[in-house]
């Protein structure tokens, strides 16, 4: 992999989390009732206190369900932030970022380019993450965040929509993921694109070996403007 150099167009770096900046195995956790397994929730009807408790735990065993399909529903997202909000506030859960993440986010900012993040989790569960991770609170290193409310990270209009947010136009954007449809879809709106490379990413095939431009730490990342 080596060295990538950044175009020199770029003004903005837009990050995923999960396989990027986080580890997946740290992220995994997180709505149909027609997929096989589902565990569906009855009406409650009123009978008492037995059937109020019957109704709690088809709750709790249905989002154990979706949390073990990796379920992006909103309605799922928003109770997962309210729970990390609590573990993380109490301190008994910390965002884990790999250890070149926050020295190269540094250096980019220092060379002026402006860093946001870009994740199908919710804005409030990415603030979470950064704000009590294992370097600490760096929030102060994103000039914002992104989630699926604009877009599914695989529809080539989000990310104009992000651009036009931003202010600036799509090719001033390096998009690093370790998602190659979420690169794609990135690329056919003109920015650019990198693949994270990271233990315990998904394999990639060949042919996208080949294809984009890879890279398996932040540092490899080179900025013609910081020299």
């Not at 877009?151 to 104009?160: C, T």
Request: proline content about 4%; some cysteine; charged content about 20%.
């Amino acid at each position: 992999m080596g060295a990538l150099p950044v175009p020199s167009e770029v003004r903005a770096i837009l990050l995923d989390i999960e396989g990027t900046t986080t580890p997946i195995a740290f992220v995994q956790a997180l709505e149909d009732s027609s997929l096989e397994g589902a565990v569906l929730i009855p009406l409650e009807s009123g009978s008492g206190e037995e059937e109020l408790e019957r109704v709690i735990q088809a709750v709790v065993d249905n989002v154990h369900w979706q949390m073990s399909l990796d379920r992006k529903n909103t309605a799922l997202k928003q109770l997962q932030g309210h729970i990390w909000r609590t573990a993380y506030a109490a301190g008994h859960v910390k965002g884990k970022v790999f250890e070149d993440v926050v020295p190269a986010i540094r250096k980019w900012r220092e060379a002026g380019m402006k860093v946001y993040i870009y994740s199908s989790g919710s804005i409030e569960a990415q603030k979470l993450l950064f704000g009590y991770s294992t370097e600490g609170d760096i929030l102060e290193l994103f000039d914002g965040h992104f989630d699926t409310t604009v877009g599914p990270k695989v529809e080539s209009e989000s990310y104009r929509r992000i651009a036009a947010s931003i202010g600036c136009a799509t090719n001033n954007i390096l998009f690093l993921t370790d998602v190659p449809r979420e690169a794609n879809a990135a690329e056919e709106a003109n920015a650019h694109v990198a693949v994270v490379i990271r233990p315990g990413n998904a394999g990639l095939t060949d042919d996208e070996k080949s294809y984009y431009s890879l890279i398996s730490s932040f540092t490899e990342l080179f900025l013609p403007s910081s020299t």
